[in-house]
């Protein structure tokens, strides 16, 4: 089972309480004591929590469920430990599931929660390329014709019709303030490319994605269109 949680939520997770203690402490570098943690394949009770490219998260209970291009960085909780046992208000659990040992362990490291928040979570480039789920189900872009994603108020979005009108070539519009599902389409698509969006608008032209309107980058990807197999 697969749960999205965005950053709050899942802060509050890690500070509920658990059963009690199961497994002794162990020293840190630093003198303090952290209960281990055995992070396997089967084990029983973990919580891995990872990233997603729109900066949420989602959580599941085993580490197969964890997509291949977000194990780098997984946070972990035993969630048979107490919050005071794991230090969960200071510390966090960060494994990485690409580094199988050959005990079949995976290693993890303690990381501040201060730090982790800071610096690991808000960094663009730390999300993974894991769409989240909304986007399971994303359309294929027409191998036929541009998208053009507008508003009603857009004039740019009107120069941008206006010229494809002009130069013969074909689209469709679809408005992201009118329609939720052009809205959502839009978004995974962007996740999808790793771009930016900063508003309309935007057209997909065979899958490549073009922020705002140029006519000469335009022209240049419509041409795609026309070598496309029937």
Excluded: H, N
């Excluded at 509920?16 to 396997?40: K, M, N, Q, V």
């Excluded at 929590?49 to 972990?76: C, K, N, W």
């Excluded at 993890?108 to 993974?128: C, I, K, T």
């Amino acid at each position: 089972m697969r749960w999205r949680t965005p950053l709050v939520a899942i802060l509050l997770v890690l500070l509920l309480p658990g059963c009690p203690e199961r497994s002794a402490p162990t020293p840190d570098a630093g003198g303090e004591e952290y209960a281990p943690l055995r992070i396997t394949d089967d084990a029983p009770g973990l919580l891995l929590t990872y990233l997603l490219a729109d900066g949420s998260f989602a959580t599941v209970e085993r580490v197969a469920d964890v997509p291949e291009a977000a194990r780098g960085q997984v946070i972990v909780v035993d969630s048979s430990l107490s919050p005071e046992r794991r230090r969960s208000e200071s510390v966090l659990y960060v494994a990485d599931l690409t580094a199988r040992r050959e005990d079949g362990t995976y290693p993890y490291s303690l990381v501040s929660r201060f730090r982790f928040e800071r610096e690991l979570l808000r960094a663009p480039g730390d999300r993974s390329s894991v769409l989240p789920a909304e986007c399971d189900g994303l359309t294929a872009s027409p191998p036929d014709r541009v998208v053009l994603y507008t508003t009603a108020w857009c004039s740019v979005c009107k120069t941008a019709a206006a010229f494809m009108t002009r130069e013969g070539i074909p689209f469709v519009e679809r408005d992201v303030e009118q329609d939720r599902a052009a809205q959502q389409e839009l978004a995974c698509k962007a996740l999808k490319a790793g771009k930016q969006l900063q508003g309309v608008p935007v057209l997909d032209v065979a899958g490549a994605l073009m922020v705002g309107f140029d006519r000469d980058s335009l022209v240049a990807l419509a041409r795609r269109l026309a070598r496309q197999p029937d």
